[in-house]
């Protein structure tokens, strides 16, 4: 199969991996997104995933407990690595090797610092590179840290995959049921219609 883009970034919501009865994990899901990564890297699809960690800690419910921003905000880096993990786990039980995970936060015994020549240099050596911790700062979404890693890494285009969502529309889907699904849609009008599906 040709495909249109060489080079994709690939970011997926922690509620992409999350069960509908609220559980971290729900199997079937997990495996069918690694699967589906599996799929295109081996036919030729170079793939950077940049994961959310919202299915384990979303920061939000931070206000409730009393945990200050920045310290949820490193929390919820800490579960996207645990998220990364899990994947590039899945991944290898799929008999592909060439994954490895390069973290923003330094987590040396597990996963390789995030670098963006060397991310490069895996992307071209055909490895599934996942990048977890966002950028590694607080303050900062995982959307935010995956239109920025596109752009160091070189990718062609940045594919969302947000939990039973199919794409982009005029509100909210989970809400308002006569939401409309948009198909096309560049950076201007989003912002003028005020469309939140990235942060």
């Not at 923003?104 to 610092?113: G, L, S």
């Not at 752009?151 to 049921?177: F, H, Q, W």
């Amino acid at each position: 199969m040709v495909y249109k883009y060489r080079r994709c970034l690939v970011k997926i919501s922690g509620a992409a991996l999350a069960s509908d009865n609220n559980n971290i994990y729900d199997k079937s899901k997990l495996l069918a997104i690694t699967q589906q990564l599996v799929r295109l890297a081996r036919e030729g699809i170079e793939l950077a995933v940049v994961i959310g960690g919202g299915n384990i800690w979303r920061g939000v419910d931070a206000d409730k407990i009393g945990i200050d921003s920045a310290a949820s905000d490193y929390m919820g880096m800490l579960a996207t690595i645990i998220n990364a993990l899990a994947m590039e786990s899945l991944i290898k039980k799929l008999n592909y090797e060439s994954v490895t995970v390069c973290s923003a936060v330094n987590v040396n015994k597990i996963a390789e610092p995030y670098y963006y020549k060397r991310v490069l240099r895996r992307l071209n050596q055909k490895f599934i590179v996942i990048m977890p911790a966002g950028l590694g700062q607080p303050l900062f979404t995982t959307d935010t840290a995956a239109v920025l890693r596109a752009v160091e890494t070189k990718c062609d285009i940045i594919l969302m995959a947000k939990d039973r969502i199919a794409g982009v529309y005029n509100s909210d889907p989970r809400i308002n049921k006569r939401a409309k699904l948009i198909s096309e849609l560049n950076a201007s009008e989003a912002i003028r219609e005020k469309l939140r599906f990235m942060d």
